[in-house]
C-alpha cells in the first residue's frame, strides 16, 4: 500500500522558513517523480514543484521560484521542501504526491497546514 506522511507544517512569520518531509512507502520511491501540491482555503489545487525520479530535474511555479527547493533522499524514502521567505499567500495545506500531483492516478498524503502570519 502506497503511503505519505507530510510533516514540517506551522505557524511561521512573513519572511519566515519552514521545512517540509514527506515519509514514503509502499512503491519504489527512487523510481518515481514526486511532488509538492498545495491546496488554500477555498481554492482549488496548485501545484508548487516536482523532482524526477533521478533527482537531477526539479521545476517549479512561478511564484515560489528562487523561494521554494525541492529535494529528496532516495536512502531514506523521504521528500523535503524547503521554504523561504515565505509569503502570507504561501498559506495552504500542503500534500506531497506521486507524479505531478495532478493525475487521475497520482496518490496524494494528508497534508500538512502551513500558516504565514503576522
Known amino acids: 500500500e502506497v503511503q505519505l506522511l507530510e510533516s514540517g507544517g506551522g505557524l511561521v512569520q512573513p519572511g519566515g522558513s519552514l521545512r517540509l518531509s514527506c515519509a514514503a512507502s509502499?512503491?519504489?520511491?527512487?523510481?518515481?517523480?514526486m511532488s509538492w501540491v498545495r491546496q488554500a482555503p477555498g481554492k482549488g489545487p496548485e501545484w508548487v514543484s516536482t523532482?524526477?525520479?533521478?533527482?537531477?530535474?526539479?521545476s517549479y511555479r512561478g511564484s515560489v521560484k528562487g523561494r521554494f527547493t525541492i529535494s529528496s533522499d532516495n536512502a531514506k524514502n523521504t521528500l523535503y521542501l524547503q521554504m523561504n521567505s515565505l509569503k502570507p499567500e504561501d498559506t495552504a495545506v500542503y500534500y506531497c504526491?506521486?507524479?505531478?500531483?495532478?493525475?487521475?492516478?497520482?496518490?496524494w498524503g494528508q497534508g500538512t497546514q502551513v500558516t504565514v502570519s503576522s
Open positions: 523532482i524526477n525520479s533521478g533527482g537531477g530535474s526539479t
Open positions: 509502499g512503491f519504489t520511491f527512487g523510481n518515481t517523480d
Open positions: 504526491a506521486t507524479g505531478s500531483g495532478l493525475g487521475n492516478d497520482d496518490i
